[in-house]
């Protein structure tokens, strides 16, 4: 054996409905990853995050939310049994790079032993938070917007590569950074698990 090898806790999972099972075929979400969902408009993916929650508070799994879907309902949680009052969550987030300072602050409590509590983030929705860098342009581009129509001239579009800028955000931050992290959870010595769910259109 390799003085370099890591040893890992046995796979263990957040159970989910006998629905999810059948259609995944897996048992649940595998903790200790970073799982994505992704999908079309209205085809099921935040219920899945809800059911998530919901299974996942039923195993003594910490809930975490990040949740920037303009569409997100506190109401229809509530009303699937979810206990509002056992869970962490952030609704007044603005951009990737709050979000996951926010994760990696709530990560690090854990580490140092601060947070004793196994954790699933889930994050609804991913596709719908800007950069940083998006987010400043597109107040820029407001602005020009509003300004424009003050002066009576025509609204032309904006040329800004915030797009690109949010896609290098989201590899570095989640791909290199935060899975990293998520993944170090499932070593031997690490007494609490964590998992990531992310929704994206």
């Known amino acids: 054996v390799s003085a370099n090898s890591v040893s890992f806790k046995p796979q263990t999972w957040i159970r989910m409905s006998e629905a999810f099972q ?106 719908a938070t800007p950069s940083k860098a998006e987010f400043r342009a597109s107040e820029a581009d407001l602005e020009a917007m509003m300004k424009a129509v003050d002066d009576g001239k025509e609204i032309k579009e904006s040329k800004g590569g915030g797009m690109m800028v949010t896609a290098r955000v989201l590899r570095e931050r989640i791909t290199r950074n935060l899975s990293h992290k998520i993944s170090a959870t499932r070593k031997e010595g690490s007494p609490y698990n964590a998992t990531f769910l992310i929704v994206n259109h």
């Open 22 to 127: 059948e259609l995944t075929g897996l048992p649940g979400l595998p903790e200790g990853h970073v799982i994505m969902t992704t999908g079309k408009s209205d085809t099921g993916k935040t219920t899945m995050l809800i059911e998530a929650a919901l299974y996942a508070q039923q195993q003594g799994i910490l809930p975490v939310f990040i949740i920037t879907e303009k569409k997100w309902s506190w109401d229809r949680i509530i009303e699937a049994g979810f206990d509002i009052e056992n869970c962490l969550y952030r609704d007044d987030i603005d951009t990737i790079e709050e979000g996951c300072d926010f994760m990696q602050q709530v990560l690090r409590d854990q580490a140092e032993g601060n947070f004793p509590h196994d954790v699933v983030f889930l994050w609804d929705s991913i596709g």
